[in-house]
């Protein structure tokens, strides 16, 4: 197994000549997919294990899924939302169905999906729940990950993402995650929503304390606060059930979707909940041009009959908890964390760095990615099968043998 030397290969000459570089990918260029493998310009093959930070939850490729898009790509792709189209309906049916929801406001990118939240639960917020004129606060959680725009960035506390990127969008105030004292603390008066991720993936997948989730109901119910939970890579199957907040039998007022949602062809997210929140919307005051565009809704009605059946839920259950059970038995790991078919792990800075471990994975064959330095995230395609976990565990120990070798 090799892989493409930095620097040597003609499309990595074009992303530097011509590209931003807001990204730093590994040296590796990718032309084909297929389930949970991809195959390199020279013919190699890599078990995709980061699955598009679980855009790919289905694997590259699904056949009902192309199969959902060319049929789509032949007939109508884009009416603009002046007009109806005879996709969306069903799609937003389809979600609601899925999900246990009452009303779908498609978007297209999760960004796009927690902006629609924000704005939605400040509208509320003055129409409803009678807060002062631009006094409307929204309590987030330290650590957060909900996307990259500038309202977005501004109530993120990752220097990396915030810096040189002011000034911020007023109105938010962050509290420590899976503290719910804290939170009881921060709700006031004005505070219109609390938005939380369920389980935090770009942290490092971070599982907050049994009993938070419910706690911060509770405190939101009893302060006539939204609870919105933001499930655009906790959701759709990857942590063993339809919505994350499932496992612990608590329902959000609003949840923002994505990521999945699109099948990994289109970007495909939106916001669900409660019709009486999500109804103070009026014409005009929010939308998207390509939002809810049929070629989006046909892949978003062909996603939503994949998780009807609790097919890839369960594989999600049952292969994580071998994923896990594995994982824990390596030497050379510092923390294993993990829900349904997702898992952080964090390796002994004595023998390397996070991304030193991704670019030996991708060398044998496995392709992940790490963040913040130390942890490395595993989130394979739910297609993935027992053996091909196996093969990616066994890949992650031959590294880490490799590395503590020096
Ligand atoms: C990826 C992600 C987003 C942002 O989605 P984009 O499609 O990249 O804008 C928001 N929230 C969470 C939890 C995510 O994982």
Redesign the pocket.
């Known amino acids: 197994m090799t892989a493409v030397v930095p620097g040597t290969d003609p499309q990595i000459a074009l992303a530097e000549e011509f590209g931003v570089r807001n990204y730093a990918p590994l040296p590796v260029v990718l032309s084909h997919g297929d389930g949970a493998w991809v195959t390199d310009v020279d013919g190699v093959r890599y078990l995709d294990a980061l699955a598009g930070?679980?855009?790919l939850n289905f694997g590259h490729r699904h056949p009902a899924l192309t199969a959902a898009a060319h049929a789509q790509l032949d007939t109508l792709t884009l009416t603009a939302r002046a007009f109806h189209n005879d996709r969306l309906p069903a799609f937003q049916r389809d979600l609601a169905a899925l999900t246990g929801t009452e009303a779908v406001l498609p978007m297209?990118?999760?960004?796009?999906?927690?902006e629609s939240a924000v704005k939605v639960a400040r509208a509320w917020g003055y129409r409803v729940k009678g807060v002062r004129p631009g006094a409307a606060r929204i309590v987030v959680a330290g650590g957060?990950?909900?996307?990259?725009?500038t309202t977005?960035v501004s109530f993120s506390d990752d220097p990396v993402a915030r810096d040189d990127f002011g000034p911020f969008t007023p109105g938010f105030d962050r509290v420590p995650y899976g503290d719910a004292d804290a939170l009881a603390a921060a709700l006031t008066d004005d505070t219109v929503a609390v938005l939380l991720?369920p389980v935090?993936?770009?942290a490092g997948v971070l599982v907050p304390p049994p009993g938070y989730l419910r706690a911060v109901r509770e405190l939101t119910e009893q302060r006539g606060v939204l609870l919105v939970c933001?499930?655009?890579?906790?959701g759709l199957g990857r942590a063993g059930a339809t919505l994350c907040t499932d496992l612990s039998g608590v329902r959000a007022d609003l949840y923002?979707l994505?990521?999945a949602l699109g099948g990994g062809i289109v970007?495909v997210?939106a916001v669900v909940g409660r019709r009486d929140v999500l109804g103070v919307l009026r014409p005009g005051e929010h939308g998207s041009t390509f939002g809810g565009n049929p070629l989006a809704a046909a892949v978003g009605s062909a996603v939503c009959a994949l998780l009807a059946t609790g097919e890839y839920q369960a594989r999600a259950r049952e292969l994580g908890a071998h994923l896990d059970a594995r994982l824990r038995a390596l030497p050379g790991l510092t923390a294993v964390r993990g829900v349904g078919l997702w898992s952080g792990v964090d390796v002994d800075p004595r023998i390397g760095t996070g991304r030193d471990v991704c670019v030996a994975l991708a060398r044998r064959g496995v392709l992940a990615k790490e963040t913040h330095g130390v942890t490395v995230r595993l989130s394979p395609p739910l297609v993935v099968t027992h053996d091909e976990v196996d093969v990616l565990v066994d890949t992650f120990g031959a590294v880490l043998a490799d590395l503590s070798r020096g």
Not at 108 to 114: K, M, P, S
Not at 144 to 149: A, K, M, V
């Open positions: 930070y679980s855009a297209n990118t999760g960004a796009e999906a927690v957060n990950f909900h996307g990259r725009t977005v991720e935090q993936g770009e933001d499930e655009i890579q906790s923002t994505g990521k970007p997210s």
